[in-house]
């Protein structure tokens, strides 16, 4: 079975559907080893940055969103896009120092997904999908789910896959079979994170079986497993 090397992850990597990340807000991630802060500013731009506030090392992930800079929970540091420490809410006639700053990665917006990568490469362009979806096809995201089974036992499961995108037709609970686009990522030794999506402009009804679809398949996937265990 295929090992995956969770410290060291090549490539861009989906972190969560765009739409799970509102306007001003924050959330976290983690990409092998590296925890990241996921926030959204006040124009719609996404920023990934360390998870590791530079102060007393308090998640940055847990904060908040002020005036476009991530602001940690715990003294109120800010930092902009940059990564560059601005605002030191107890010393306000200060400017901090260049030397104060939380490293940044590149971060993208793509098929309805955000992606980053943590290998130090920043090519500009798109992540590049199997889908070979051009930027103007429009997607539905459905959902994220975890599932406890190893990244190439799940994709196993998809249809032998390679990589980590595919695009399946699944047969739904009730309806027509669904166009499902998925990407997957290694959220752990032995788990995987998915990420649903329709292809066109799906109705919620198309979405809710979609999900039905995704649960089934992370509790049929993950029974199967538990009942190999060839990979444990
Ligand atoms: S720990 Fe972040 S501001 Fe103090």
Known sequence: MQETDIGTIPGWQPLMLSLDLPSATVSGAQIGEQKLAVWRD?????????????HRGMRLSLGFVREDMLACLYHGWRFDEGGHC?????????RPASTICVPVFP???HAGLIWTRVDGADTGDPPETEWNLPETEHVTPVRTIMINVPLATVMTQLGGASGTCVRISAAARKGPPLS?????????????????????????????????????????????YAGDGSDA
């Open 107 to 109: 971060a993208r917006e």
């Open 180 to 224: 499902l686009l998925i990407v997957a990522r290694p959220a752990g030794h032995a788990r995987t994170q998915l990420h649903l999506l329709l292809e066109g402009k799906a109705p919620q009804t198309l979405c809710k079986q979609a999900a039905f679809w995704a649960m089934d398949f992370r509790d049929a996937t993950e029974r199967e």
């Open 42 to 54: 006040s124009k719609g731009q996404v920023h990934v940055s360390d998870d590791r506030c530079p």
């Open 86 to 94: 601005r605002v030191i809410p107890a010393h306000p006639d200060i």
